[in-house]
């Protein structure tokens, strides 16, 4: 069965980081591309950032280009997000999920709640 | 940027109706279409992919349909656990994007 587990959510000073981590199994890690998607509270989903299989390429949306990077350790099984200069508009829900065979992102962890405020 | 605009925000409909919701892409995103359910306090789940391709272990009563840039996720015979919010999704191009949901709550 897949697993995506979130961690390092809380509560952060504007200005300072955060780092996220996203522990998978019941799948082959290193063969999918793997992307972070928040949710603001009583908002949309928004895409984050995505990272290919093997760490070559990443893609991310405006609003965080500069500020965060996506990143992966294919020996641990681990997807991370580190997440810089953080502003107020960056309080959300973070999802890891898994892009499998057909592109999509077919599975997700259940989400670490970032908090952003003085 | 794509925009996917989605309709209705939100709607209410009965046990054993059938209901549609649409979501209209900016541009040519091909196939390249899905859409999640999401139910209170818990992750997405995909239901459709390929716009028109039934997740593993999704009811039959959903189905996706696409015309032109026009897609639609319909839902037949509802049941109370159809309640949630539902999000359409292009991953044709970078910035992938979402449409901005529709609450579907069963009356």
């Known amino acids: 069965e897949v697993q995506l587990v979130e961690s390092g959510g809380g509560l952060v000073q504007p200005g300072r980081s955060l780092k996220l981590s996203c522990a998978a199994s019941g799948f082959t890690f290193s063969d999918y591309n793997m992307a972070w998607v928040r949710q603001a509270p009583k908002k949309g989903l928004e895409w984050v950032a995505t990272i290919s299989y093997d760490g070559s390429s990443t893609y991310y949306r405006d609003s965080v280009k500069g500020r965060f990077t996506i990143s992966r350790d294919n020996a641990k099984s681990t997807l991370y997000l580190q997440m810089d200069s953080l502003r107020s508009e960056d309080t959300a829900t973070y999802y890891c999920?898994?892009?499998?065979?057909?592109?999509?992102?077919?599975?997700w962890g259940q989400g670490a709640s970032v908090t952003v405020s003085s | 940027d794509i925009q996917m605009t989605q309709s209705p925000s939100s709607m209410s409909a009965s046990l054993g109706d059938t209901v549609t919701i649409n979501c209209l892409a900016s541009?040519?995103?091909?196939?390249?279409l899905s859409w999640y359910q999401q139910k209170p306090g818990k992750s997405p789940k995909l239901m459709i992919y390929g716009a028109t391709n039934l997740e593993d272990g999704v009811p039959s009563r959903f189905s996706g349909s696409r015309s032109g840039s026009d897609y639609s996720l319909t839902i037949n015979s509802l049941g109370y656990d159809d309640e949630g919010i539902y999000h359409c999704h292009q991953y044709y191009e970078y910035p992938l994007t979402f449409g901005s949901g529709t609450k579907l709550e069963i009356k």
């Open positions: 541009q040519d995103i091909g196939n390249y």
């Open positions: 999920a898994s892009e499998g065979l057909r592109d999509v992102m077919d599975a």
